[in-house]
Nanobody, 126 residues
Framework: QVQLVESGGGSVQAGGSLRLSCAAS????????MAWFRQAPGKEREGVAGIIRMISTSYADSVKGRFTISKDNAKNTLYLEMNSLKPEDTAMYYC????????????????????WGQGSQVTVSA
């Protein structure tokens, strides 16, 4: 049974950093395409970062240069390192996973991901 459990969210001031973790079970993170999405109150869920295998990544323009997505095969965990956080980064963050198939893009549309975590809240104050 595939399961994703996020952790690491919290409240920080603008300019601060957080690292989100997504512990996976029922599959190997190294073999799946995985991504982070977020949803702010009153807004649609949006893709933040995605990764294929271990090195092919893609980021939303709004987070490029500030966020880094990575996997640790030994810990079977997906990470999102978030630096220089801004108030507009405030949202519920979700990790998602899919079998790597078409489209072979690191950050695919959310409907392509059948497996989701429960979410982790990130709040950034000005």
């Amino acid at each position: 049974q595939v399961q994703l459990v996020e952790s690491g969210g919290g409240s920080v001031q603008a300019g601060g950093s957080l690292r989100l973790s997504c512990a996976a079970s029922g599959f190997t993170v190294g073999a799946y395409c995985m991504a982070w999405f977020r949803q702010a109150p009153g807004k649609e869920r949006e893709g933040v970062a995605g990764i294929i295998r271990m090195i092919s990544t893609s980021y939303a323009d709004s987070v490029k240069g500030r966020f880094t997505i990575s996997k640790d095969n030994a810990k079977n965990t997906l990470y999102l390192e978030m630096n220089s956080l801004k108030p507009e980064d405030t949202a519920m963050y979700y990790c998602a996973a899919r079998v790597c198939q078409w489209p072979l893009t690191p950050l695919a549309p959310e409907e392509k991901y059948p497996y989701w975590g429960q979410g982790s809240q990130v709040t950034v104050s000005a």
